[in-house]
Antibody
Framework: QVQMVQSGAEVKKPGSSVKVSCKAS????????ISWVRQAPGQGLEWMGR????????NYAQTFQGRVTITADKSATTAYMELSSLRSEDTAVYYCARPHYSGSRPEGFDYWGQGTLVTVSS | QAVLTQPSSLSASPGASASLTCTLR?????????IYWYQQKPGSPPQFLLR?????????GSGVPSRFSGFKDVSANAGILVISGLQSEDEADYYCMIWHSSAVVFGGGTKLTVL
């Protein structure tokens, strides 16, 4: 069974950075497009970008361009999302998600991590 | 104007059917898009329900009951999620999604109340 396990909750100061991880249990993420989606408290879903490690493809949403960096480790078992210059509006639950099928074709998200709460507060 | 617009809330009775709409911005044609639907309950990540582009290009999520189905209203430029035989457990937030200009776009979500 596919499971994506994310790192734990974080509390950060405004202006700092946060790095959230997403590990595939029982396999590699290498051939899959791993997206990051966030959800502010009481708000909707917002896509941040995606990575396909084997193809070395990274796409970012315009809203986050320049502030977000999505990477994967060399073994491609873990993906990371780093968000910099944090502000209070970045307080949200951050999810990783991937399609059922591998490849770069645009697909929906069949599998989701459990979510990581990032709180930005002075 | 938002790319995808969903009504913020909808109420329906147990056993009835509910139609949740996802209206695309007027300059983009619903006919060319796969529309994805997700259900989210409090404290949980979204769950993929189904994908619908046409009757020949659709996919149900794993384990998702057939009472969840997708359609399009071309005249309204909208995707529609129909939930038939509503149950109390269907009370949740529902989001539509498309890929547009190489990026994912979500609708604002509809809170479905079953009462």
């Amino acid at each position: 069974q596919v499971q994506m396990v994310q790192s734990g909750a974080e509390v950060k100061k405004p202006g700092s950075s946060v790095k959230v991880s997403c590990k595939a249990s029982g396999g590699t993420l290498s051939n899959y497009a791993i997206s990051w989606v966030r959800q502010a408290p009481g708000q909707g879903l917002e896509w941040m970008g995606r990575i396909i490690p084997r193809l070395e493809i990274v796409n970012y949403a315009q809203t986050f361009q320049g502030r977000v960096t999505i990477t994967a480790d060399k073994s491609a078992t873990t993906a990371y999302m780093e968000l910099s210059s944090l502000r209070s509006e970045d307080t949200a639950v951050y999810y990783c998600a991937r399609p059922h099928y591998s490849g770069s074709r645009p697909e929906g998200f069949d599998y989701w991590g459990q979510g990581t709460l990032v709180t930005v507060s002075s | 104007q938002a790319v995808l617009t969903q009504p913020s809330s909808l109420s329906a009775s147990p056993g009835a059917s509910a139609s949740l709409t996802c209206t695309l911005r007027s300059d983009i044609n619903v006919g060319t898009y796969r529309i994805y639907w997700y259900q989210q309950k409090p404290g949980s990540p979204p769950q993929f329900l189904l994908r619908y582009k046409s009757d020949s290009d659709k996919q149900q999520g794993s384990g998702v009951p057939s009472r969840f189905s997708g359609f399009k209203d071309v005249s309204a430029n909208a995707g529609i999620l129909v939930i038939s035989g509503l149950q109390s457990e269907d009370e949740a937030d529902y989001y539509c999604m498309i890929w547009h200009s190489s990026a994912v776009v979500f609708g604002g979500g509809t809170k479905l109340t079953v009462l």
